[in-house]
Each structure stands twice: as C-alpha cells, then as structure tokens.
C-alpha cells in the first residue's frame, strides 16, 4: 500500500473527530433562549445536554484504549463513530421531549471515548518518526475543527427558538454522523505490526500506572486540558462585567481555538524537527502562563484578544505534543491504553476545573473581575504545570 495512504487514514479519522466535537457542544451555542424556548426547560436543564458527556467519558476511556491496543485503532473508531452516528439520528425521533433527546444525546457520548483513544496508535502505524508530531497536530485540529463549527454553525442554522428550524439542524448533523462513520469504515485501514499481536494483560497496566513519567504526563493533561476548559465555559462570565459585550466575548473564545489551531501544526512540526519535546513543554507553559496572567487582569479587547491568540497557540499546541510523548514511553503496542488514561485524567480535569473556576467567582469582592480568584488558580496551576515539566525526562520506554 502506498505511503502516501497515510493522508487519508489521517483525514477519514480527523473527520469523524470533528463530528465528535460537533455533537457534543451541539447545543452550546444555542441554550438561551433558543433550545430553552423551544423545550421550555431550564437553562441547567440544557446544560445537561453537553455536560453529561465528560462524565460518560470518564468510565469508558480504560475499556476504549483496551480495545484499541487489543483490536486497533479501526475497531475502536469504527466502534465509536457507530455509536455516535446511530444515536444523534435517533434525536431526531425526540421530538418536542427533552428528556428523549437528553437520552439520545448522551448515549451518542459513548462513542466518543473511542475515537479519541486511537489518534497515537494511528500515527505510530502510519507516519515515519518525523511526521509523528505534525500527524498528531492534525488528528487534533479535527477536535477543534468540530468545535469551531458547533459554535459558530449551529446559531447560523438555528437563529431564533424555531422547532422546525431546530429539527432541520439534527438531521443535517445526524447525516454529517453517519457520512462520517461510512467514510472511515470504508476507507481507514490497520498497517498491523508484530507488537500489536498481544492484548494488555494487567501486570502490563499496573506497570504503566507506576512509571513516573507517565504520571508526570498525567498531571499535565489534568491541569492543561482541565483548565482551557474551564476557560472557554466560563470566558463570557468572566469578560461581560468588565464591559466586553457578550458576542466580542465569544470572539475572545474564538481567538483561543484558532490560536490552537495553527499552534497544533507549527509547535509539534518544530518538536519534529529538533525530535525533543520536553523544551516545547517548558515554552508552552511558560508563554501561557504570561498570557494569562494579561487575560486575567486587561479590560482592553485588543489586548484580550492577542493574548487569547498567544495562550492558544501555545497551550492547545501541548496537547499533540505530549499525546506523541505518551507513545513514546510506553511504546507502539500499550499506546491505546496509555492514551486513554490521559483523556480521562484530563476530563476529570476539565469536571474538576469547571467547577472550581464557578465556586471560586466573587462578584461581591470583585464586581467588575469576579472571575480574578478563578484565573488566579488557573494560572496557578500552569506555574505548577511548567515546574513538573522541569522535570521530565527525554523520551524513555517505561521501566
């Protein structure tokens, strides 16, 4: 098979990742007054709707990475865009019932887990040393792409709290689902290598658990993935009192994601290039701890808005950096499993963060920055992430 495959394998599986994202924050966007109007429930109610699926998240990444290094990356994205694809038609068939559509919604959730647990065992397959970075950069801007278009497409199609207007949407993401799952069954393929012939036993996991290094890397995804979570939740609470209007605020959103964007391709080609990752780790954190240091005290939407770009570019551009860095210590055939356990020490992370980032608010203290105790312990943590960075170590097979 030809080398170049490699492309298509990595575009048929950045596909069905951005469809992931798309139905997950489906309705983000369009809460109030719109999907609350139209339902006539709360707006926590709603809330539901994308919150359920970190949580569901948590109990099936183990078992997706399982499956990934027992069967493959194939089986698990084939496994997982199934699920998602099946379910997000069926929310059609909710109609004018919230808690069916909340049902449908969050069983889609399911297949997620299994499409996010793939993306280093596919790149080790697949792309020679070199490319291993820039491949995981791009596996991950399908994340976003999906993001993006789940935020900014869904008001688009669904611009006031119209049911039919609403109906049209679900339908055109259910079929935008299922052209995703078709297109990867059919054209995703395994290259298999002699590591992969084995399953997991325990002793092999238990053994992954303790490595030091793996748990170093498993404080980063819980406190980087945790707190830009965090961050995009609660960036129009935090901008509106300090008299940044609510649509400029979601631009400042939009700043951070297209910084990541373009950080995704640029940092990992560079970490290719000079093949080291720890220096990228200690730069990410350090420019990201400045930037948002300016976030968490300018009033100035200019300025918020270049540091939002700064703190995209090089905080999103950590994660292919170090989902790259995982395979490397524990080698090509536990990389599923390895994998999945980093997104689910990060989507604990994100569970933990947003609330914290909530409770922490003091608009009575702070009426016009009640979020500045929130971004304090957010910036915090990135300190605290950038001196655990200090102390990895340069790619090494768990011992």
Known sequence: MS???RWVVLGCYMVVAAVSQLLWLNFASITTPI??????VSEQLVGLLSATWPLIF????VPAGLLTDARGFKAAVTLGASVMAFFSVLRIL?????????????????GQPFVYAVISK???QWFPQGERGLATGLATIGQFAGLIAALVVTPLLVPTANFVEFQRMLALYGAVAVAGAVLFVLLAKERPSPEEEESVDLAELRKLLGSRSFLKL?????IGVGFFTGLLTWIESALVPRGIPVTESGTVAAAILVGGIVGSVVIPSLSDKVRRRKPFFLINFGVSAVA????SLSYSLPVLLASSLVLGFFLISSLPIGLDYSSQIVGERLTGTAQSVMWLLAQVGAVVLIVAMGALANPSL????????SLVMVTLLDVSALGISFTLSEVGRVN
């Open 218 to 222: 498993g404080a980063l995804f819980f």
């Open 94 to 110: 909710a109609g004018r019932d919230f808690f069916l559509l909340l049902a449908f919604q969050s069983a889609a959730g399911v």
């Open 3 to 5: 080398s170049s495959y």
């Open 58 to 61: 948590i109990p099936f990444s």
């Open 366 to 373: 702070f009426p016009k920055n009640p979020f500045l105790p």
């Open 122 to 124: 596919l790149v080790t």
């Open 292 to 295: 948002l240091t300016v976030i």
């Open 35 to 40: 999907v609350t109007d139209i339902f006539g």
